[in-house]
């Protein structure tokens, strides 16, 4: 899951790296030089390349490391947080879709995340509409494990009433996916009447799974004339099985693909991917191509995976 980017300034403090096989160190940054257009008129055509880390020229010493710039320092707090997707169906019923504003809690063992209003779908531009699924980001502090939900609404539109088939709720960084079966009416003249509701995961639709963990990836384009790109720009981590994580897109919107990847800059993102192991053998790195300026000089790669608390 994607976390948070950031645009970072072009001079960056050196940070502790290792790239030698034989190491086990979990914070260790590996360096992916490419140096090569990611573009059909440009070099040989690709869009995507594959990179292998440098040698142990590129480590450098950790005392070097001293200095934190604020940005560097809201990124990290970033990456000491917890990412859930959490997926709304709405009834297939008459007049199940809902125009309310609404909310949800996730509490957990050891804390809650508070109310947080699910504002912006991922999937449908009008959301909570009768038989669709809706897709929401929630970012909180470790609550620890997923307890139950608190979901309602504020009654508030022209049509407030709202039938809740059920929530999903992924926690990569738990390795959990919970299903909050509700199949009832949050509507004043529905039902009961109430406009909110508490519901328990069944533990029988619940899925577990290997844990996700953060990468910061830091991503350099080239300093020559048209080198930024607009492009959708994913990244493929490979560890030394040879098992690859899955494709992940580093900008969340077409909005973020406009800002990142400029000329000359550096951006940095926390990624949740698939656990690779202590070795990174290669990333596959490209984009997906389209729009008036997808050609992209791409300089360089850094990647380093997170301990807990976002060392």
Not at 48 to 53: D, F, I, W
Request: glycine content about 10%; proline content about 4%.
């Amino acid at each position: 899951r994607l976390l948070t980017s950031r645009k970072a300034p072009r001079e960056q403090p050196p940070v502790k790296s290792c790239v030698s096989a034989g190491c086990c160190c979990h914070s260790c940054r590996y360096y992916f030089p490419c140096q090569r257009w990611l573009a059909v008129e440009e070099d040989d055509g690709q869009i995507v390349r594959e990179l292998v880390p440098v040698d142990e020229a590129f480590v450098k010493k950790d005392s070097e490391n001293d200095g934190q710039s604020l940005a560097t320092l809201g990124l990290e707090q970033k990456a000491k947080s917890t990412t859930y997707t959490v997926k709304v169906k709405t009834g297939d019923k008459k007049n199940a879709g809902t125009d309310a504003n609404v909310f949800i809690t996730l509490y957990g063992s050891k804390d809650d995340t508070g109310i947080v209003s699910l504002k912006a779908s991922k999937i449908n531009k009008n959301k909570f509409e009768r038989g669709k699924v809706d897709e929401f980001t929630v970012e909180s502090v470790d609550i620890g494990d997923l307890k139950k939900i608190k979901i309602g609404h504020d009654n508030k539109g022209n049509s407030t009433g709202w039938f809740l088939e059920w929530v999903e709720i992924d926690a990569p960084s738990l390795g959990q996916c919970l299903k909050f079966p509700c199949g009832r009416w949050l509507d004043k003249s529905e039902d009961d009447g109430a406009i909110e509701r508490i519901i328990f995961p069944a533990e029988l639709q619940t899925t577990e799974y290997i844990p996700f963990v953060p990468y910061e990836i830091t991503v350099y384009t080239s300093d020559i004339f048209g080198a930024g790109t607009d492009a959708d720009v994913f990244i493929v981590l490979y560890g030394s099985d040879g098992i690859g994580t899955q494709q992940k897109s580093l900008c969340l919107n077409k909005r973020e693909q406009r800002m990142y990847f400029e000329r000359n800059s550096v951006n940095q993102f926390i990624v949740e991917l698939e656990d690779v192991g202590d070795i990174i053998e290669k990333i596959r790195i490209g984009h997906k191509g389209g729009g008036l300026n997808s050609g992209w000089h791409l300089d360089r790669v850094a990647i380093r995976r997170l301990l807990p608390n976002g060392k």
